[in-house]
């Protein structure tokens, strides 16, 4: 597996609550994803990095904010948890300049609002 | 934007028969076409990609295929084993996105 952590890997939160999710990676890629699994919808991204500093919205990216300020690291913040946002996340990293786009995925992290 | 269908949404195979799984895409401006294979509980995983230069790739028992003209390409298994049995997503992007679109995946079931 690529050098990239995910933690939590487990949590339970009350709606309401902030929550952190973090990626870490060892690759040194640029780029870095955030995405939601749940059954019957795939993966889902909800927001991914194309450098420090540089973020943009996927599809899903009502109630998440995101943050890149160093290379290896790529949170993902819940402001307010809601119970819709119970779901596995994924964190994937890609290479950049080789003309094709590989993903390399995270463990995951299982959220659960209750 | 990009639109993937993927076909079937489940698939149940017997031990030794082959298993095909298909991806349409509306975007003619794709040429990487990924198949990730997820295992329950597990991440999911590169299994084989083609770029949009070539129709056919193969690696052991797995292949894909791809039809620019139609956009649609395929993932083909033969000689299906149990460990074989997981979920498979099709994904489609191009050059100038490093975002790939997936399809809402397969779940394939191989029984002994």
């Known amino acids: 597996d690529a050098g990239i952590t995910q933690s939590p890997r487990h949590k339970v939160t009350e709606t309401g609550t902030p929550v952190t999710l973090r990626c870490h990676q060892t690759?040194?890629?640029?780029?870095m994803y955030w995405y939601r699994q749940d059954p019957g919808h795939g993966l889902r991204l909800i927001h991914y990095s194309y450098g420090v500093k540089d973020t943009d919205k996927g599809e899903v990216s009502d109630g998440y904010s995101v943050s890149r300020s160093k290379t290896e690291d790529f949170l993902l913040t819940l402001e307010s948890a809601t119970s819709s946002q119970t779901s596995v996340y994924f964190c994937?990293?890609?290479?950049?300049?080789?003309?094709?786009?590989?993903?390399?995925f995270g463990p995951g992290t299982r959220l659960t609002v209750l | 934007g990009e639109n993937v269908e993927q076909h079937p949404s489940t698939l149940s195979v017997q031990e030794g028969d082959s298993a095909v799984i298909k991806c349409t895409y509306s975007?003619?401006?794709?040429?990487?076409f990924p198949w990730y294979k997820q295992e329950l509980g597990k991440r999911p995983q590169l299994i084989i990609d083609?770029?949009?230069?070539?129709g056919e790739k193969k690696d052991q028992r797995i292949a894909v295929t791809l039809n620019k003209t139609a956009k649609h390409f395929s993932l083909h298994i033969t000689e299906t084993q149990p460990e074989d049995s997981a979920v498979y997503f099709c994904?489609?992007?191009?050059?100038?996105?490093?975002?790939?679109?997936f399809g809402r995946g397969t779940s394939l079931i191989v029984h002994p």
């Open positions: 994937a990293i890609s290479e950049s300049g080789r003309g094709h786009n590989e993903q390399f």
């Open positions: 690759e040194n890629h640029r780029y």
């Open positions: 975007d003619s401006a794709s040429n990487y």
């Open positions: 083609i770029r949009s230069n070539v």
């Open positions: 994904a489609a992007s191009n050059r100038g996105s490093y975002i790939p679109t």
